[in-house]
């Protein structure tokens, strides 16, 4: 009968490679440097690819006394940006041994139970987002290990934020618009009371505030079409010269305010230019397409998840916010002519 095989250790490593067993533990932990030489490390690497070795996560864990598990908090499941959020979090967590569990904020899609029970013993650190900060008192989740997504940095709950340069997307639709001529603007905000939509407020105010003979409106809308569409007829028809330009807080208010317009008869760009922000499939799927700001998702994600590592493992998180880029496409063009 044929012996079944049997699965090397990190004894064997250290046999295959001529080091200690501890050697081989800082080498494949990635706490080598400083205390093994760079040629060790390469040979305990080499080592365990020939002999194909796996570390037994299970029982480092219970050595470490962590699950390696990550709670990320967001405020809805069914949103498309969150969904990208989630996946370039998970990506990077695979690639370290770790799981990412899903929380929905009970202001997102609907109330939500503790999924641990007792979070703090359940979990080795937070991911959430500013819009969902609400849930993280409910499961006690900022008694962890936090890093907080789009949150002011000098008022954070969190070890770490991240965050979009959401500020720059505000300046490049501003600029755009103005470059185009445009004077007269609706400012169709998120009726959300967050950081990150703060900063689209204040952005949009300051840089047309330099700007002699400008106008801004400001309509709050919640983040359904539907909302936005009324929200955005009521502006529209609001005694005074009407705006030429709709700036929105994200793609779904951009969309209630293209519905708006041809309920009033007026055409999108020729009548109302209008502008989104997150460059959601969406965006290239109403006519014409959605001139916005490119948000990489995935990308914000990876970044949280990197620095909520960093915050585990005693490092800085790395420093900047990410880039974001306008997207010009057919909703926008110079006002009518008066």
């Not at 703060?198 to 079409?225: F, M, S, Y």
């Not at 309920?263 to 916005?292: F, H, K, N, Q, Y």
Request: aromatic share 4%.
């Amino acid at each position: 009968m044929a012996r079944a095989s049997t699965r090397p250790t990190s004894r064997d490593v250290a046999h295959a490679a001529g080091v200690s067993q501890a050697a081989v533990s800082l080498v494949l932990g990635g706490k080598w440097r400083g205390r093994v030489s760079e040629q060790t490390a390469e040979r305990v690497r080499e080592a365990a690819h020939r002999l194909g070795y796996r570390p037994n996560l299970a029982a480092r864990n219970l050595r470490l006394g962590r699950t390696r598990t990550v709670l990320l908090v967001v405020p809805a499941l069914t949103t498309e940006f969150f969904a990208g959020v989630y996946t370039g979090a998970a990506r990077v967590a695979a690639e370290h041994g770790f799981g990412v569990v899903l929380y929905p904020s009970p202001q997102g899609i609907g109330p939500a139970r503790d999924p641990f029970g007792s979070a703090q013993a359940a979990l080795d650190g937070v991911i959430a987002s500013s819009m969902a900060a609400d849930a993280l008192t409910a499961i006690r989740g900022d008694q962890l290990p936090l890093v907080m997504l789009d949150s002011d940095p000098a008022g954070s709950l969190g070890a770490a934020t991240v965050n979009l340069d959401i500020a720059d997307g505000v300046r490049q639709v501003t600029e755009h618009l103005l470059g185009l001529g445009h004077r007269r603007f609706l400012h169709l905000a998120a009726d959300v009371s967050s950081w990150t939509f703060d900063i689209r407020a204040r952005g949009l105010d300051a840089r047309l505030g330099a700007v002699p003979g400008t106008d801004v409106r400001r309509a709050r809308a919640p983040l359904t079409i539907e909302g936005a569409l009324a929200a955005a007829q009521t502006a529209l028809t609001a005694p005074g010269p009407r705006p030429t330009a709709v700036v929105c807080d994200d793609d779904n208010l951009a969309a209630g305010a293209y519905k708006a317009a041809r309920r009033l008869g007026l055409r999108v760009p020729d009548d109302l230019s209008v502008t989104g922000l997150d460059d959601l499939a969406l965006a290239r799927a109403i006519d014409p397409e959605l001139t916005t700001v490119r948000l990489d998702a995935e990308l914000f994600g990876d970044r949280g998840m990197r620095a909520l590592l960093a915050v585990l493992e005693d490092r800085t998180p790395p420093a900047g916010d990410i880039p974001v880029h306008l997207v010009v496409r057919g909703s926008t063009a110079p006002p009518p002519a008066i």
